[in-house]
């Protein structure tokens, strides 16, 4: 029977539901994120200014490109349009996120970590470490799906 594990006498976890679910959340977050960055492109060049890790002639360049991507992976992995590979686009953002936000937590800056847009009260600091961490775990439930995936516009994924 589909969806039930007879051993144990419960309904099975409907996986392909959550895997859907991974990719609607985080690629909503991605999403929203991205809007809120390209809405403000000089906030954002001040935030990305303000980590200290780029040299000056990049942050520019970062600021107008950067936004850009989470739109797409974030649109993409809601639409299921090549989810695995939306997915480690993603993986990738969040581990650099997570670099330079170790970076500057070691040098004892705090300030607008600009994670969803510029002007905003959330500061550079563990909580914002954990909660980019906790993002890796629906990335990680897209990427190692192995199953028939629901509403992907693009077959059942790569």
């Not at 994120?33 to 809405?39: D, E, F, N």
Request: glycine residues 16%; proline residues 4%.
């Amino acid at each position: 029977m589909t969806g039930v594990n007879e051993h144990a006498g419960r309904t099975a976890v409907p996986w392909d539901m959550v895997e859907l679910l991974c990719r609607l959340v985080l690629g909503g977050l991605f999403l929203y994120a991205g809007v809120q960055k390209i809405a403000d492109p000089y906030g954002f060049a001040k935030t990305v200014y303000g980590y200290g890790i780029l040299p000056g002639e990049l942050v520019n360049l970062t600021a107008i490109v950067l936004p850009w991507v989470e739109v797409l992976a974030g649109g993409t992995l809601i639409l299921g349009v090549w989810p695995v590979s939306s997915a480690g686009v993603i993986t990738g953002l969040l581990l650099l996120f997570l670099a330079a936000l170790l970076a500057n937590i070691a040098r004892g800056y705090t300030f607008d970590c600009g994670c969803f847009g510029s002007g905003g009260d959330e500061t550079t600091g563990w909580g914002t470490v954990w909660r980019d961490v906790a993002m890796l775990v629906p990335a990680a439930g897209v990427i190692l799906f192995k199953g028939r995936r629901r509403f992907c516009l693009y077959g059942s994924g790569e």
